[in-house]
């Protein structure tokens, strides 16, 4: 995604949500969706320059008491949900479980939209997160 359009999105977010000072977030990639860090990362030089990409951090991993939870986060990525259009996958640094999905800006995409969007993704990401972990 161009820089410019990028910036544009951000600041648009921001006042749709009310966060006065858009540059931090434009700067840290990050907002907060509920109680939940949503990274807003735009990868300028991937090869999929329309995307944005998000991820919402749904918390630790403690594999001594959820050994199993690294499988059922990979089966519940091949199954079909209509409500999420991404996947579960572990964060490269932190080791956190976060649900990932690439959104396409290519066609233009308003504050609103996003906004809509990212509450979806995150009400029905950690609602099957946590049935996961049962």
């Not at 735009?42 to 008491?65: C, H, M, T």
């Not at 649900?99 to 995150?122: C, F, G, K, P």
Request: hydrophobic share 40%.
């Amino acid at each position: 995604m161009e820089m410019h359009a990028y910036e544009r999105l951000i600041k648009d977010l921001c006042e749709c949500v009310g966060i006065e000072n858009w540059r931090d977030i434009l700067q840290g990639q990050h907002i907060m969706v509920g109680d939940y860090v949503v990274g807003l990362i735009n990868e300028e030089n991937d090869i999929y320059a329309n995307e944005l990409s998000v991820y919402i951090e749904l918390g630790p991993i403690f594999p001594e008491r959820e050994p199993d939870l690294y499988r059922r986060m990979l089966v519940a990525n091949l199954e079909r949900n209509p409500a999420l259009t991404g996947c579960f996958g572990v964060h490269p640094d932190t080791g956190s479980a976060v649900y990932y999905i690439r959104l396409d800006t290519s066609q233009h995409m308003d504050a609103n939209a996003l906004v809509e969007i990212l509450n979806t993704q995150v009400n029905a990401s950690v609602a099957l997160f946590n049935n996961l972990k049962i």
